[in-house]
Nanobody
């Protein structure tokens, strides 16, 4: 069974940092590009960052220079380091194997003073 478990969200002040983690089933982690998505209230889910099996990364323009995606293939885990957070980063964050309909429960990130 495919499992995706996101963690690491929370409440942080503007300018602060958080590190999100997503633990995935090995059956999917070893063959898929992994992405981090977010969905803010009243908005569509959007791709934030992605990383291929070999470590090639891609970022949305809105997070370039502030967020870093990485993956530990031995631990079947993908990370999202988020620095210099802004109120507009507030959303539920999800990880997703590319081109699949597998989603976890998400983790809430709230950036507010």
């Amino acid at each position: 069974q495919v499992q995706l478990v996101e963690s690491g969200g929370g409440l942080v002040q503007p300018g602060g940092s958080l590190r999100l983690s997503c633990a995935a089933s090995s059956v999917i982690f070893s063959i898929y590009t992994m992405g981090w998505y977010r969905q803010a209230p009243g908005k569509q889910r959007e791709l934030v960052a992605s990383i291929t099996i070999r470590g090639i990364t891609n970022y949305a323009d809105s997070v370039k220079g502030r967020f870093t995606i990485s993956r530990d293939n031995a631990r079947n885990t993908v990370y999202l380091q988020m620095n210099n957070l802004k109120p507009e980063d507030t959303a539920v964050y999800y990880c997703n194997p590319k081109n699949t309909n597998y989603w976890g429960q998400g983790t809430q990130v709230t950036v507010s003073s």
